[in-house]
């Protein structure tokens, strides 16, 4: 008998599992199974090597479904990410996403059909690499920052610390709203339009009160 399992990553130990469920029993999605790594880096850690996703890839079967919030919480290394959809595709796993409601498996049998489905896996999964780039770099910037500009006027104290602005990042990446980040971190709307707008210029703000 098929079955539906959503596979869920948090990155940080603070982070929790319940708002990817919550968003896809919201967009209609019945869970019959939720698989979860907890901590585990996206961008340094394949699939195949996560505990949970080791037993992700023991449960699917032909006909299975597996839901992700977006293709970056299987991964934000583009070749394992293409390389882990493409191989549930082989295995007649339907993969589908919360976010924007994307379908990928590997009924199609026009070429043409194919090489826009793979043209789409790869942009997605390219989007989720260069995304955890961006993160990364806005990170070294701060750091670089923090250290050149000691002893100096350091500006007026942002009102989030690492913590806070790691998740504006994260749920940004994940697509949610400035409206869900504002509510779910407690900052203003202002200031995650900000963080969004420029994160190096964020995490650089923090670096230098830290």
Excluded: C
């Excluded at 037993?55 to 977006?70: H, N």
């Excluded at 194919?114 to 260069?130: G, H, N, S």
Aim: no cysteine.
């Amino acid at each position: 008998m098929s079955q539906t399992i959503l596979y869920a990553r948090v990155s940080t130990t603070e982070q929790t599992i319940d708002h990817q469920k919550a968003q896809a029993e919201a967009a209609g999605f019945q869970i019959d199974e939720v698989v979860a790594d907890h901590g585990v880096s996206g961008v340094s850690t394949r699939l195949a090597d996560r505990s949970e996703g080791k037993r992700l890839y023991d449960k699917l079967r032909k006909g299975d479904v597996l839901v992700v919030r977006w293709v970056d919480r299987l991964g934000r290394n583009y070749q394992d990410v293409t390389d882990t959809i493409r191989e549930f595709m082989r295995r007649g796993v339907v993969i589908r996403t919360v976010i924007n409601n994307m379908t990928f498996d590997g009924a199609a049998t026009d070429p043409m059909q194919e090489a826009v489905r793979d043209a789409l896996i790869a942009f997605m999964a390219a989007t989720a690499q260069a995304q955890a780039e961006a993160t990364r770099e806005a990170q070294r910037a701060g750091i670089e920052a923090a250290r050149g500009d000691a002893g100096r006027y350091r500006g007026k104290k942002p009102s989030y610390d690492q913590q806070a602005l790691q998740r504006v990042l994260s749920l940004s990446a994940e697509g949610a709203g400035t409206s869900e980040i504002a509510k779910a971190t407690g900052l203003t709307r202002q200031t995650v339009l900000r963080i969004k707008g420029n994160p190096i210029a964020a995490q650089t703000a923090v670096e230098k009160w830290s």
